[in-house]
């Protein structure tokens, strides 16, 4: 139950944002929601530029913000009781299970496992979904450059024996 087994704090980095637009934001965020605790539980919070940044920074989370817009990506950061991060959520409409296991990792201090290098190769994060997708154009890509070598490799070693023939 969030106030009790965790707490929700929603952090805006938007340096324009007050905390009358906190208390906004929990109330439409909250209207029509019956989560038990969250009333007590989710906090919505606002902070001055160099707070908030040096908050961002601390739990990785990178966006820019030119002093007119703010690029950022739309996640969670799940952090454990010492306050480390557990698990990163991203994008929209996280579901249940991921937030649950999330929570429960955190609860227990066990910190996730980064994304395979091999993952980052062949695969895309859309942060949009939350999820990774294969990226073809870098699959024909590492494909094309291993034939490229096996073919370099064949020619060489032909070449090779041919001289030493």
Not at 33 to 38: E, H, Q, R, T
Not at 125 to 152: E, H, N, P, Q, T
């Amino acid at each position: 139950m969030a106030g009790r087994d965790y707490n929700l704090v929603f952090l805006s980095v938007d340096p324009k944002e007050t905390p009358a637009d906190a208390r906004e934001a929990k109330a439409e965020t909250l209207t029509g929601f019956s989560a038990p605790g969250a009333q007590s539980g989710w906090r919505f919070l606002t902070a001055r530029e160099h707070e908030s940044a040096a908050i961002a920074q601390a739990v990785g989370f990178d966006y820019a913000y030119d002093g007119k817009s703010l690029a950022h990506p739309l996640g969670i950061a799940v952090l454990t009781t010492r306050g480390v991060v557990s698990t990163y959520l991203f994008g929209l409409g996280v579901d249940t299970e991921a937030i649950q296991r999330a929570l429960q990792r955190a609860a227990s201090n066990e910190i996730s496992a980064a994304a395979s290098p091999v993952m980052l190769l062949c695969f895309n994060f859309d942060a949009m979904s939350g999820r990774y997708s294969l990226d073809i154009v870098k699959m024909l890509r590492i494909v094309s450059g291993g034939f490229a070598f096996v073919g370099a490799a064949f020619i060489l070693r032909a070449l090779r024996r041919e001289r030493l023939s």
